[in-house]
């Protein structure tokens, strides 16, 4: 029987690609889904109108941060992030653990949670499952993460274990300080790069009982291989009737790759944090769009584009801005790449629902052998 927030509606006849619908009371998430990151309430350079207008179903926001800025309570009085943002689809927000885990020195780790300093002005905070949660559930989110330890790479083994188990005893705790049923509870695979790990970690997870299941710890250093190597054994671990999130990644080949072995739902930061930097993704690979080469460019960014950008702007224009920082820049590169990427979830539901998601995947790698 299926569960009443994951329909699984097509799979893919020569692989494990999935193609499905997560319903939450803000609407439904057809996936294979991307979320573009909204860390501080807003995905930067876009208005959430245009985001709806490109395709986006889902955002994601962040706990730590919006912790410390503006404060979760102060949100929660002004209606929620939804309203605070004008965003009335589904967020989902990150529970702070890869934030807090990340400040090295700044944090201190126990079994009751992490108190850390502030990366702002160092003020000192405990964050532990039980108000990861309520913080979560006072933003409004729609779908909230359960509060683990993002394990770096390389770790130990005797690292990784204790760390998988005191996220496994968080997981629990986490599940019973939920007050919002209206909000889906997700649990995270930890584990390292141990696949014995991995497999105690999803099945205490499933155990447990959660309604989606994310692969943490990935994207954190590791080769492209060792990434694919862990998703393709946790994967099959997980419910086949609850949404699959791999969190952190990725790149178009991340996504493909990942799709292929059966994940549902990802989040990354980097179509946002390249188009910054003048780093373009187009269906033949990735664009340095500051090179002295598209000086004179007047074709659009990607020639099989649709997107706004592409219809309207030469790489040439795109290349004035970047060099001369113009803050279009940064709007018109983070309009074209999330465009590409929500197109490339369109393109891939559709594969799937066609059956023919192999085929589409060695599409997608023969284009990126053409040079343009």
Sequence with gaps: ?????????????????????????????QTPAFMPVGTLGTVKGMLPETLSEIGAQIILGNTYHLLLRPGHELVAKLGGLHRFMNWDKPILTDSGGFQVFSLGALR???????????????????????????????????????????????STRDYVAASTARSGRWA???KKAR??????LFGIVQGGMYHDLRTESAEELIAIGFDGYAIGGLSVGEEAELMYEMMEHTLPLLPVDSPRYVMGIGTPENLIEAIVRGADMFDCVMPTRNARNGVLFTSFGKISIKQARYIEDERPIDPDCSCYVCRKY??????????????????????HNL????????????????RAFG???????????VKQ
């Design 1 to 29: 029987m299926q569960k009443k927030n994951f329909v699984l509606l097509n799979r893919d006849d020569s692989t494990l690609a999935r193609r499905g619908v997560v319903s939450t009371p803000r609407g439904k998430i």
């Design 108 to 154: 201190q780790i126990d079994e009751q949670g992490v108190a850390f300093q502030s990366h702002i002005d160092g003020s000192k905070y405990l964050l532990t499952p039980e108000s990861s949660i309520a913080i979560q559930e006072a933003l409004g989110s729609d779908i909230i993460m359960a509060f683990d330890e993002c394990i770096p790479h390389p």
């Design 172 to 174: 629990q705790r986490c």
């Design 179 to 184: 007050k919002d049923d209206t909000a889906q």
């Design 314 to 335: 030469s790489r040439a224009y795109l290349r004035h801005l970047y060099q001369n920082n113009e803050i279009l820049s940064s709007m018109l590169n983070t309009h």
């Design 339 to 354: 465009s590409y990427y929500l197109g490339l979830m369109a393109e891939v539901r559709e594969a799937i629902e066609k």
């Design 359 to 369: 085929v589409f995947r060695k599409d997608f790698y023969r284009k990126r052998e």
